[in-house]
């Protein structure tokens, strides 16, 4: 059964979420790097160094960041992961079908 959306707008949309999302990561990267430098003030206390943990958590949720237990190993953000799903839950066939429509039909903008 044919869908009634177009499939090839949601994938546009996407395209543009994770062009928005590349301008964010570099000011969220240097947030990042100011916190763990906030982390190394000589006699932080623990209850301020909670907190900044804390936004460190938030950051690197979203952005992304390292598992800082065994093996560094580096993991995706949520929005990375949220945009991924988006574009995993499109109908792959009608999404070609829709693109090869367009491409297809000649445009009447010159």
């Known amino acids: 059964?044919?869908?009634?959306?177009?499939?090839?707008?949601?994938?546009?949309?996407?395209?543009?979420i994770e062009e928005y999302v590349k301008q964010?990561?570099?000011?969220?990267?240097?947030?990042?790097?100011v916190a763990k430098e906030a982390r190394k003030i000589a006699n932080l206390p623990l209850y301020v160094d909670q907190h900044i943990v804390s936004v460190l958590s938030e950051i690197e949720r979203v952005t992304g960041g390292e598992h800082s237990f065994g093996n560094h190993e580096h993991y995706e953000g949520s929005i990375k992961r949220s945009i991924a799903r988006l574009r995993d839950s499109l109908p792959k066939e009608a999404l070609?079908?829709?693109?090869?429509?367009?491409?297809?039909q000649p445009s009447l903008l010159i």
Do not use: F, G, Y
């Not at 070609?96 to 297809?104: A, F, G, H, L, N």
């Open 1 to 16: 059964m044919p869908i009634r959306w177009n499939p090839a707008r949601v994938s546009e949309a996407a395209d543009m």
């Open 24 to 33: 964010a990561a570099e000011p969220l990267e240097q947030a990042r790097i």
């Open 96 to 104: 070609e079908v829709v693109k090869t429509r367009e491409r297809e």
